[in-house]
């Protein structure tokens, strides 16, 4: 069986290794074509081009790149066309891989699948009566997606969030400062700014206030900022960084030794979700942006994962210009005053996401093939 795939960013490549070791281990004789990173080629995907060709984020970074990103999704079309694969699986990445499923539907018998579902409740809604035109059924990974899709008729598996069986449910926290070389017995403040530096950038200002009144009124708290890379550290954050601890390239130990997280608004908070942590989740972006996406695109209630997957607020979430240092005190304040029923509720929507089945794809797949 031939099984061509396109994972266009990093957190796409993580689903992608995933799903080819299911269809590696369960369908004989597969081969599998298409674009993917390191962890898929790792598994036998030789990428049609490198995956950072396509990986831009944010609204302006893939509009200065739209010929390039263009032209290349044509490549990989007529490539796909050429190669005719019993079956083409897009890896998130809906507006990239949307095209490509147009094109394979329109123009051959190729079966298409989109694993991760488009996030038409939150923008466009009305995408979701194109879905079965495009799609010959979507992977989803929240529960509550699987009910919208259910409503419109939409062919769905839902195949539940990896992160769910990947994170730790039992954590020793004593262990785990030791190996991060933490004071056992203090409280821990975590903040994760951001994996982008326009995200941080965005931040600084807020965060830095928030160390300053934090470590006043709390001196016996051990901060941590915890960043991907040495580049990350830069402004406000770089120059209070001696008074606090900095940890690259370890945020989940990090998010699991905490008692506390400071979250950017992204994936960083469903990992702090599934580890039961409770958080304030901010998101501040450039003027352009917000307006763009609050007057046109955004229709959801919430911005934090937590809230938009049990679609009410378990946790406080800070937009734009309430994002202060002091408007972050006092929910970090507020919310270690609730802490374990916050847990609690985390506990429980991580149990909601959890699908133990390691043939899941591969089952999915040949239903659609019969």
């Not at 406080?316 to 005053?337: A, P, W």
Request: net charge positive; hydrophobic share 40%; glycine share 4%.
């Amino acid at each position: 069986m031939k099984i061509a795939v396109c994972a266009g960013e990093k957190s796409g490549d993580a689903l992608g290794y995933e799903l080819l070791q299911d269809l590696k281990q369960n369908i004989d004789s597969v081969n599998f074509i298409g674009v993917g990173g390191s962890q898929m080629e790792s598994l036998g995907l030789k990428s049609f081009f490198p995956i950072k060709e396509i990986s831009y984020m944010g609204l302006i970074d893939p509009l200065m790149n739209i010929k390039k990103i263009l032209r290349r999704r044509q490549d990989f079309i007529e490539f796909l066309k050429d190669e005719n694969p019993d079956i083409f699986i897009g890896i998130d990445s809906p507006s990239f891989n949307s095209g490509i499923c147009k094109a394979l539907r329109n123009d051959t018998d190729i079966k298409t699948v989109q694993y991760v579902c488009p996030q038409f409740w939150a923008w466009r809604y009305g995408r979701v009566k194109k879905f079965n035109d495009l799609y010959n059924s979507i992977f989803s990974l929240f529960p509550f997606e699987s009910i919208l899709l259910e409503k419109h008729s939409v062919n769905y598996t839902y195949v539940g969030h990896p992160l769910a069986k990947n994170l730790p449910t039992k954590i020793n926290k004593e262990d785990l400062k030791k190996d991060l070389d933490f004071p056992i017995e203090k409280k821990i403040i975590a903040i994760l700014p951001g994996s982008r530096k326009s995200e941080i950038k965005h931040h600084d200002k807020a965060l830095v206030e928030f160390i300053e009144i934090y470590k006043k009124e709390n001196p016996e708290t051990l901060i941590v900022l915890a960043l991907n890379k040495e580049s990350d550290l830069q402004g406000g954050l770089k120059e209070i960084s001696k008074e606090i601890e900095v940890v690259f390239n370890n945020t989940q130990n990090v998010l699991a030794a905490c008692d506390l997280a400071i979250v950017a608004s992204g994936t960083a908070t469903l990992e702090a979700a599934i580890l039961s942590k409770p958080m304030v989740v901010i998101y501040k972006s450039n003027f352009f942006s917000n307006f763009i996406l609050s007057n046109f695109f955004l229709k959801s209630e919430f911005i934090a994962l937590p809230n938009i997957l049990s679609q009410e607020k378990i946790v406080f979430e800070l937009r734009q210009n309430q994002v202060t240092g002091k408007e972050i005190y006092d929910k970090s304040v507020l919310t270690l005053k609730n802490k374990k029923n916050i847990s609690d509720r985390l506990t429980s929507l991580r149990k909601s996401l959890l699908v133990q089945d390691s043939s899941k794809f591969s089952r999915a797949i040949q239903e659609i093939l019969s």
